[in-house]
């Protein structure tokens, strides 16, 4: 257990953070009052906020341990731990998780208008189950929680989505329980290997045979790759997206498809090493395919959550092309690119929910030329799409060059291939943007739209901070995540090292 | 003392009978059947730690069969709780009905402590004789009159599976020239190289198959669930499954290391009734059919655990039954409540149950989610346990056939959560829990989530149970 920091002053500082969601929504359980119910749970989720920062001004750049770790022993029959622990791979999303549960819970102020307390407690006990999944370091403690959430998220949209809701959660759920059945499979037998532990450092650098590796990995890749979602696995996003209410847009954007990409950098690359090595090339171009895939289709759709749906494929297409060129640029350019996709689309999915909010469609064409009347809305929307396809300066910008200089290092061939995928976010953006802001000669009426209040103004502002903060001075994201990263790839490399002097040992 | 469960039960079955020469009313009669309940509950709480063998060496009273009897006793008073309005029974026969009940848990409460080829018969026999007239006592005012061909199925195969089990005893016999278990036991290890020991204890297994409604014994569940009235189901789908699963267990901890033939037939048993249960069940329209098709894919799971021959595979085969025996209570109470006058509930009928009655919809979707084997819930704990149990013991084909099942069975639990919680209740009317109900909702839900959290102390005591009769 010497992979585990556990800190002097703030020992129990994951677990509050964990169980101070589910406490609040608790409460909410017995609260008859709309209003309060909504105060209430923007309470929890800025004071569980506010509460993350201390991870941040105590996080040690300088070790590649799990910081903060608790450790209790749960179900001790099967030597089940509630472990606890972030390293550099994953405070950055746990901040991102506390930071957008506020603004979605904003964002749902006046959106949710029947049964408010079910869908705040769903709210909360995502967060819950999310920040959980960042945390976990016992393999069941994760599953459980990766499993956990679908049912607030199914609820989420299910309930509150729009009208194609049924088809949609019951595509998402599905699709990501049947792709994790086998995860669950694979944790057990990593169990049986490890005599009796599910705690996640001692599965990793493991000697499993190659072909246990290999079906190790297609075990990790189908639950996390239709999680990412990866082409050709992606096909519940748009439906999901796309009917989810604007909360439920947000999570999924920002949080639920990182879970994904941080499953492969967590356990794909650390538990079975050799398998990633063999498969990586087909990994890399099917991110390939995702990039030109979604840009492609999102340059053709009409429905502007359809369209930002897409073109998550493609920027999710460039995580794990980062996360498996498996360098240092690449993987942190990879990890800087969740935060950065997890703002950006964030927002855009913000915006579109605020448009839907006055005009009841998600239409491009029923949005056309709301520029006019809406200026404070038209700038922010501006500056988010510039930074959704990288616009210099923007925070997708540093994300996606350290990605493509990685994949350089890797291969020109490969890089040269995710280009057109670059250019074609900037025409579906651009294309997007143009419509919105001035439209055609036939806009319909647009003069009775009021721009944005306080409240939506105040939920925007943050992200645009952060926007333009990751894009001008990256450095201080960079720095939380290094240790990390090179200390993943050292091992990784020492790892080859061994197995190719075992294989030749064996050779002589 | 160490009979004392039973022959409360056999007081109030007399209790019964004189009230059924009376003209009561159907409250009072209530009344009785719930204070009979909890005082047969308070007497095997009494009779817990009690350790005897009695009636010559037939009867066996220790730790495992007295955690069964209060388990047996509990789901009992749970289904007397929400079922106590008796929709689908007639008012003159209730006292008659609850008559039979408690004669059928006293034949489970004595089945769970014989160790006897004959008693164990006996006590068979008694459980299921009263539940097969449980069954046509429902009152569908003429309808369609299907619960007396479910009655007549449930007689029919009943008695198939009893014919089954008597020639297999009577092999055993033969064999060993006892019919006291420890004596077979004990003569019968050194026999499994002959067919005929083989045969004789799958011919056993099979009654108690058929109690569990493991497959090829399956065939009467979703008939008879479809033509039982609401509350019948609820007992018949929960209460003789703890006593069934208590005895494979017995029966199957005759096997030793030379009966893996036995073993892999279990094997393909559980396999086939795992898929045949979840397909099955993926096209019912009747909610009681779909609970029935999904309890023998259950009752597969249940003897993935019991066929690892490990002491943690039967102790995780009990946490299972229990945890599926609430879920499938909660599941059930719903049914009860919706149910107006006692007629079946299609899966349609649930359509925007959320509104109707919030509680009850959250009582559906947590049972309904945990059965499908969702965390935090039992039943995600239950089959994580036999999973781990199965893969340790080398079963990984096993283990991952009853993985995609898994993936399988969420389909058809989603797709009614989905009908009370995704849809508008179309002018169906508001369904009213009165407080008692609501309370064994609360109550049912606690456990579904508690025994999912902190499993270790339930695996405890179902360790002990085992380790107590081993």
């Not at chain 2, 019912?284 to 779909?290: L, P, S, V």
């Not at chain 2, 879920?327 to 509104?355: P, R, W, Y």
Request: a neutral charge.
């Amino acid at each position: 257990m010497d992979q585990l920091l556990i800190h002097p002053d703030y020992p129990r500082i994951l677990s509050t953070l964990i169980f101070l969601p589910l406490a609040g929504a608790l409460v909410l359980l017995f609260v008859k009052k709309e209003s309060f119910a909504r105060y209430w749970t923007l309470g929890i989720t800025v004071l569980t906020a506010l509460l993350s920062l201390v991870l941040v001004s105590n996080f040690d750049r300088a070790t590649d341990k799990f910081q903060f770790a608790e450790q209790t022993m749960w179900i001790k029959s099967l030597n089940i731990q509630y472990v606890l622990g972030i390293d550099g791979i994953s405070i950055l999303l746990v901040m991102l998780t506390t930071f957008i549960m506020p603004l979605c819970v904003l964002a749902s102020w006046n959106y949710i208008k029947t049964r408010v307390q079910p869908f705040m407690i769903c709210l909360l006990i995502m967060e819950t189950a999310m920040l959980g999944v960042f945390m976990a370091l016992d393999f069941i403690l994760f599953y459980i929680l990766w499993e956990a959430m679908l049912i607030p998220m199914y609820l989420m949209i299910g309930i509150w989505g729009g009208p194609r809701r049924i088809y949609a959660s019951v595509k998402f759920f599905l699709y990501t329980l049947a792709g994790s059945v086998m995860l669950l499979v694979g944790i057990i037998w990593l169990y049986k290997t490890n005599g009796g532990s599910f705690f996640i450092p001692d599965m990793m650098w493991q000697e499993y045979t190659l072909t246990a590796q290999v079906m190790l990995f297609a075990a990790f890749f189908l639950a996390f790759a239709i999680k990412v979602p990866m082409f050709p696995f992606h096909t519940w996003l748009p439906a999901a997206h796309v009917e989810a209410p604007t909360a439920g847009s947000v999570i999924l954007a920002s949080v639920l498809l990182k879970m994904g990409t941080y499953g492969f950098l967590r356990f794909a690359l650390p538990i079975t090493p050799e398998a990633t090595l063999l498969l990586m090339p087909y990994v890399l171009w099917l991110s390939i395919a995702g990039i030109i895939y979604g840009g492609f289709t999102a340059l053709a759709q009409q429905d502007m959550k359809k369209l930002i749906a897409y073109s998550s494929v493609g920027h999710m297409g460039f995580v794990t092309l980062g996360i498996f060129v498996l360098n240092v640029n690449g993987i942190e350019g990879a990890i800087l690119q969740m935060i950065n996709h997890g703002i950006t689309t964030g927002a855009l999915f913000l915006c579109v929910g605020m448009i839907y909010e006055r005009t009841h469609s998600r239409e491009l064409r029923s949005a056309t030329g709301v520029g006019k009347y809406m200026p404070i809305y038209v700038t922010f929307l501006a500056f988010f799409s510039l930074s959704s396809f990288g616009f210099p300066g923007t925070n997708s910008f540093v994300g996606e060059f350290l990605i493509l200089a990685g994949a350089f290092e890797h291969s020109t061939t490969l890089a040269l291939a995710a280009i057109p995928g670059a250019v074609l976010a900037a025409a579906y953006m651009l294309r997007m943007l143009q419509k919105i802001v001035w439209g055609g000669t036939d806009n319909p009426d647009q003069s009775w739209i009021t721009d944005l209040n306080l409240r939506e103004i105040v939920i925007l502002a943050p992200l645009l901070f952060f926007v333009f903060w990751i894009g001008l001075g990256p450095q201080p994201f960079l720095d939380l995540i290094h240790t990390s990263v090179v200390a993943l790839l050292d091992q990784f490399n020492s790892y080859q090292g061994q197995a190719i002097a075992a294989t030749e040992l064996i050779v002589h | 003392m160490q009979f004392l469960p039973e022959l409360t039960l056999l007081g109030a079955s007399l209790i019964f009978f004189l009230v059924s020469l009376t003209d009561s009313s159907a409250t009072r009669v209530k009344n009785i059947a719930i204070l009979l309940g909890a005082l047969v509950f308070g007497a095997t709480l009494l009779s817990y730690c009690q350790e005897s063998i009695l009636f010559y060496g037939a009867y066996q009273v220790d730790l495992f069969s007295q955690i069964f009897k209060t388990l047996i006793a509990g789901a009992m008073c749970v289904v007397l709780l929400f079922g106590r309005d008796l929709k689908g029974i007639s008012n003159k026969v209730r006292p008659e009905y609850y008559l039979f009940m408690f004669i059928s848990v006293l034949g489970l409460m004595m089945l769970v402590s014989s160790i006897e080829l004959m008693s164990i018969f006996v006590a068979l026999e008694l459980s299921s004789f009263a539940v097969y007239i449980m069954v046509p006592m429902r009152d569908d005012s003429g309808r369609f009159r299907m619960q007396m061909e479910a009655g007549i199925k449930y007689l029919l195969f009943g008695v198939t599976a009893t014919g089954f089990m008597l020639f297999g005893m009577s092999y055993i016999y033969g064999l060993t020239g006892s019919t006291q278990l420890p004596v077979v036991i004990e003569k019968i290890s050194l026999l499994y190289t002959q067919p005929a020991a083989v045969v004789a204890v799958l011919m056993v297994l099979a009654g108690f198959f058929y109690k569990l409604a493991i497959f090829p014994f399956h065939f009467w569940v979703p008939d008879v669930y479809e033509g039982a009235s609401n509350e019948t189901t609820a007992f018949i789908a929960s209460v003789p499954k703890l006593a069934a699963t208590a005895m494979l267990i017995r029966i199957v901890t005759m096997i030793n290391g030379e009966g893996q033939v036995i073993v892999n037939v279990l094997m393909v048993c559980a396999v086939l009734s795992m898929f045949y249960g979840n397909l099955s069940a993926l096209v019912q329209k009747d909610i009681k059919r779909m609970l029935g098709f999904s309890g023998i894919a259950h009752a597969g799971f249940v003897l993935l655990g019991i066929l690892t021959m490990q002491l943690t595979g039967y102790a995780n085969a009990i946490y299972y039954i229990i945890g599926y025996v609430v879920m499938n209570l909660a599941c059930f109470l719903v049914i009860c409540t919706v149910s107006k006058d006692g007629e079946n509930v299609l899966i349609e009928d649930l359509s925007g149950l959320h509104q109707r009655s919030p509680l009850l919809a959250l009582t559906l979707g947590i049972g309904l989610f945990a059965l499908a084997g969702i965390p935090p819930f039992v039943g995600f704990m239950g089959k994580f346990m036999l999973l781990t149990g199965a893969l340790q013991e080398g079963y990984l084909l096993l283990v991952i056939l009853a993985a995609i099942n898994t993936a399988i069975a969420i389909f058809y639990y989603l797709s009614v959560v989905r009908i009370a919680y995704c849809s508008d209740p179309e002018g169906r009317d508001t369904v009213i829990a009165t407080p008692l109900t609501s309370v064994v909702s609360v109550a049912l839900l606690l456990i579904i989530t508690i025994m999912g959290v902190i499993p270790q102390r339930f695996l405890d005591f179902a360790t002990s149970a085992v380790s107590a009769m081993l």
